[in-house]
């Protein structure tokens, strides 16, 4: 994440990292490469949802 959004005051989640250390990254894609697929959105909204919980 980049320093200027770190410096932000709003809640940022950075998924970045999260997706970078996902085993298997294909599974969370379609076949773009660039698009959650459905196990992506569910990866996505826990990632918000753990980010929200300890805000």
Do not use: C, W
Request: a negative charge.
């Amino acid at each position: 994440m980049s320093e200027f959004l770190r410096r932000q005051p709003e809640l940022v989640i950075d998924l970045e990292d999260d997706f970078a250390n996902a085993d298997e990254l294909d599974n969370y894609l379609v076949e773009d490469g660039v698009h959650p697929s459905l196990k992506g959105h569910h990866r996505i909204v826990r990632a918000v949802l753990g980010k929200l919980t300890s805000y």
